[in-house]
């Protein structure tokens, strides 16, 4: 697997599947699209969805926006206020990073498989947190629905 070396090769849409896992053996899942788009500076990250697994068998829609940056070697990945997320080194093989909203512990490492696919694998601990997070992300397929 090759590390992300430009931030154009996440422009476009994908497909997302996540997983989030709790320590209590509750898991949720959301499935919907991802969308990578060029505003100003900043790649958008535009994410939508619905969540599953929530008590009662609810669903709702689930949203996420960030901003992507490169600058010096590094992809700055922000919150939607422009606010610092994390960041990752362009072109490393599995790049880490780690997200300190105390008292709460977030980790993410990186797999890029270029252009077809990547993930980002979150563990987050803290006094009433502790869940694994995968996000899958796949191009769609030529032609399907």
């Not at 500076?41 to 697994?53: A, K, N, P, R, S």
């Not at 206020?81 to 300190?100: K, S, V």
């Not at 803290?126 to 032609?143: D, F, H, L, Q």
Request: with cysteine; proline share 6%; charged share 25%.
């Amino acid at each position: 697997m090759d590390g992300l070396g430009s931030l154009a090769a996440l422009e476009g849409e994908w497909r997302l599947d996540r997983e989030i896992r709790h320590t209590d053996g509750s898991r949720q899942h959301v499935t919907g699209t991802a969308r990578f788009h060029w505003q100003d500076l900043y790649l958008v990250q535009d994410e939508e969805g619905v969540l599953t697994g929530l008590p009662g068998g609810a669903e709702v829609k689930a949203t996420r926006r960030y901003l992507w940056q490169a600058e010096n070697g590094m992809a700055n990945i922000l919150f939607d206020d422009r606010r610092p997320f994390h960041a990752i080194p362009l072109g490393a093989e599995a790049p880490c990073a780690t997200h300190l909203c105390a008292p709460d512990t977030y980790r993410v490492s990186y797999a890029f498989d270029l252009p077809a696919a990547w993930q980002a694998l979150w563990s987050v601990d803290g006094p009433r947190k502790s869940y694994v997070m995968t996000s899958r992300y796949r191009r769609p397929m030529a032609g399907a629905a």
